[in-house]
């Protein structure tokens, strides 16, 4: 249900996810509407209802709602239940455990979006720009089912030595629980690391270290990657949760007066800015496209690419496995956010993509 504009206050179907301009919704409206004297943007807000289901198998599990991205304000509701405060900011992932709000079956799912947020200085900071400025949810949304204790994200720093460093948070550990690491070359040629284990101590924030030989190292010209999975064991030595990760092992060092270093070889950077932004669907991307961007920009002869804002996940991986290196940008380089909202996307910024070997630069 779109508030004004095209197809406005009517009850009609969507596809999710997309843009509603695109989908025939709303008014499209430029970024730089303010230069014209007068002239105010858009301020379309957009009601989603649909229903999903929960199967028997997950009483027992956490279980999240994760939006990649709405624009721009978004409050989500369950069963007729708020699942948390309203979302602000377009462009960062954000979830919410709603395990107490589902039950077996049939549930009702509701998101209220508004185009232009509440907060004068999120509006400033992503929708004041030279580019459309949309509506809508327009990245995937899904359900993620977990045991009730679980790793709930990890951050991982993989050295060219072999060395790894991982900060993991958990659900709260009672004494007894360990951790182990296995690690698998993404092109598998056959041969196997040896797994390692760590004792983890009570509570729900960890450090592990582990060190592999024979590691080959991520560059550019040899992006070489790592299937990571770290499985927490409890004291009856059962396994309780996996976590799995893709990353590569990389030194990367900046040296006064000197310049970028990446495993002890000096670097030049030469790259561009890119958007996520396609004329089939605005910012409703796909691997393909980013894809397509990722081998565009190899052919150009250059290795390094940055955003304006988080790009799509899919991007990131293939700046991966491309080898493309990666500076990542909060948004609100002409406008800032303030403090209270910005420090929240910077955490759902960071978290989100902390792990990509491809970064080399916040």
Sequence with gaps: ??????????????????????????????GRWYTIKGAKPPVETGIYRTTFNIPAKWKDKQVTIVFEGVMTDTEVFVNGE?????????????????????????????????KESADKDVNAAERKADWWIF???????????????????????????????????TTPLEEGYAITAHLTPVQ??????????????????????????????????????????????????KKVHTFSERIGFRTIEFREKDGLHLNGTKIVLKGINRHSFHPDGGRTTNKEISLMDGKLIKEMNMNAVRFHYAPDKHFMDVCDSLGIFVVSELAGWQNAYNTEVGSKIVKELVTRDVNHPSIILW
Aim: with cysteine; glycine share 8%; charged share 25%.
């Design 135 to 169: 509506g809508g949810i327009y990245r995937p949304v899904y359900l993620e089912a977990k045991p009730a204790v679980n790793i709930e994200r990890i951050a991982v720093d993989a050295k060219a030595d072999g060395t790894l460093y991982a900060d993991v948070f």
């Design 188 to 237: 598998n040629d056959g041969h196997s690391m040896k797994p390692q284990s760590q004792s983890l101590k009570v509570g729900n924030e960890h450090a592990v270290s582990f060190r592999w030989e024979n590691i080959e190292v991520w560059t550019t010209e040899t992006p070489n990657l790592y299937n990571l999975e770290l499985t927490l064991i409890d004291k009856e030595k």
């Design 1 to 30: 249900y779109c508030s004004d504009g095209m197809n406005s206050r009517k009850w009609s179907t969507i596809e999710v996810p997309s843009q509603w301009e695109l989908q025939g919704f709303g008014e499209y409206s430029y």
């Design 82 to 114: 708020s699942t948390g405060d309203v979302h602000q900011g377009g462009f960062n992932r954000f979830t919410y455990n709603i395990t107490s709000k589902i039950k077996t079956g049939k549930n009702d799912l509701e998101v209220k979006v508004s």
